[in-house]
């Protein structure tokens, strides 16, 4: 769906839209979506049908590609493959896994696919630093391994994106799980969140430490996040059943 802020009015953008879960535009201005029920990763064009970008690594069905970044420098594009989109036929199909959960590297001129990491159990939304020297990724074990507790896991980035190293945890979530991720010009990481209840539900926002400083408490689970405006100051917030928006002193590092 699409919400026009003129007109104050939502239509139809895109039917069907193959249980696209995470959004982002490349640098030129084109969507690129992860799309749970046909397993890819694909740019809309700004005219026709949509170009695939990955749907295969090493000749095997990818899982059921989550969220997506734009690096600025060459235009990569850094993708999670958790595999939500293959568990239910809610959000998509269910199909066996063939691959490790992983995140992945697209290279922007020759469409190469590259497995940067797969020492994530559920890798789900992503981004970067404000400088793009650090990738944040959701890892949303929680859902399926009950014993592990939702974390942030964070990596440094080199080659624009096409190497990760010095894996540690960022934050970690005793409570629900984080699922969306964007960060602000002064490198603090805002955190949709959700599956935690009362208190819990809703943003969290943790600075470039990893230490807990707010929370937008939401009277729903909060999943996707991104930052919007000429000055990227309003907050738009994707619940359970719900879109809100916010504005705040904080701008956002990225396009969205």
């Known amino acids: 769906m699409r919400w026009d802020e003129v007109t104050a009015q939502v239509t139809l953008l895109r039917t069907p839209s193959n249980f696209s879960n995470g959004n982002t535009f490349d640098w030129q201005g084109r969507e690129i979506s992860c799309e749970h029920q046909t397993a890819r990763v694909v740019r809309y064009e700004y005219q026709g049908e949509p170009t695939v970008l ?3 690594y090493e000749g095997k069905q990818l899982n059921a590609p989550n969220d997506a970044v734009v690096h600025p420098d060459d235009g990569g594009i850094l993708f999670t493959d958790p595999g939500y989109g ?3 036929y809610y959000e998509g199909n269910v199909r066996e896994l063939l691959l490790p959960t992983s995140v992945y590297h697209i290279d922007a001129q020759s469409g190469k696919l590259t497995k940067l990491t797969d020492e994530i ?3 789900n939304g992503l981004c970067f630093s404000p400088d793009y020297s650090i ?3 959701a890892d949303t074990a929680v859902t399926h391994y009950p014993n ?3 974390k942030i896991i964070a990596w440094d980035v080199q080659d624009n994106g096409r190497k990760l190293t010095n894996r540690r945890e960022f934050a970690v979530q005793d409570k629900g799980f984080h699922d969306g991720l964007r960060a602000d010009v002064d490198g603090n990481i805002w955190c949709g969140t959700g599956f935690g209840g009362e208190g819990v539900d809703g943003v969290h926002v943790y600075a470039p430490d990893g230490t807990k400083i707010g929370q937008i408490v939401m009277p729903e689970g909060t999943a996707n996040l991104c930052f919007v405006g000429k000055q990227r100051n ?3 917030m994707c619940a359970s059943q ?3 928006t916010l504005y705040t002193a ?3 590092a990225h396009i969205t």
């Open 148 to 150: 592990e507790k939702a």
């Open 234 to 236: 309003q907050l738009f």
């Open 121 to 123: 159990l559920k890798p």
């Open 86 to 88: 293959s568990h239910w």
């Open 135 to 137: 990738l944040y990724v």
């Open 250 to 252: 904080a701008q956002g």
């Open 54 to 56: 990955a749907d295969k």
């Open 242 to 244: 719900s879109v809100y």
